[in-house]
């Protein structure tokens, strides 16, 4: 069984920081992409922030110079700095992973349970 679990979500003022973790637990043979995704109230799902197993990055333009995305593979664990907060980050923020089980063999995506983020004065 693999388990995603994210933390750290809250309530902050616009200007303020957060940081989100994700910590991936189970029987786990590797994890490779890891991602940050999002859902705001009445809008769709977006892709907030990617980093592979290797370090690279990727964010999306609404992000980009504020949030920072980092892994700790010896912790299993991936984190989301959050800086320079504005109301449009109010959302659901998800941590989603493709992971390698030990018990299966096979790589699937795994989603944590979601972590509620509000920016707000």
């Known amino acids: 069984q693999v388990q995603l679990v994210e933390s750290g979500g809250g309530l902050v003022q616009p200007g303020g920081s957060l940081r989100l973790s994700c910590a991936v637990s189970?029987?786990?043979?590797?994890?490779?992409?890891m991602r940050w995704y999002r859902r705001a109230p009445g809008k769709q799902r977006e892709l907030v922030a990617t980093?592979?197993?290797?370090?690279?990055?990727n964010y999306a333009d609404s992000v980009k110079g504020r949030f920072t995305i980092s892994r700790d593979n010896a912790k299993n664990t991936m984190y989301l700095q959050m800086d320079s907060l504005g109301p449009e980050d109010t959302a659901v923020y998800y941590c989603?992973?493709?992971?390698?089980?030990?018990?299966?063999?096979?790589?699937?995506?795994?989603w944590g349970q979601g972590t509620q983020v509000t920016v707000s004065s």
């Open positions: 989603y992973a493709d992971i390698k089980a030990f018990i299966t063999g096979s790589l699937r995506g795994y």
């Open positions: 189970g029987s786990i043979f590797s994890i490779y992409d």
């Open positions: 980093i592979t197993n290797g370090g690279s990055t």
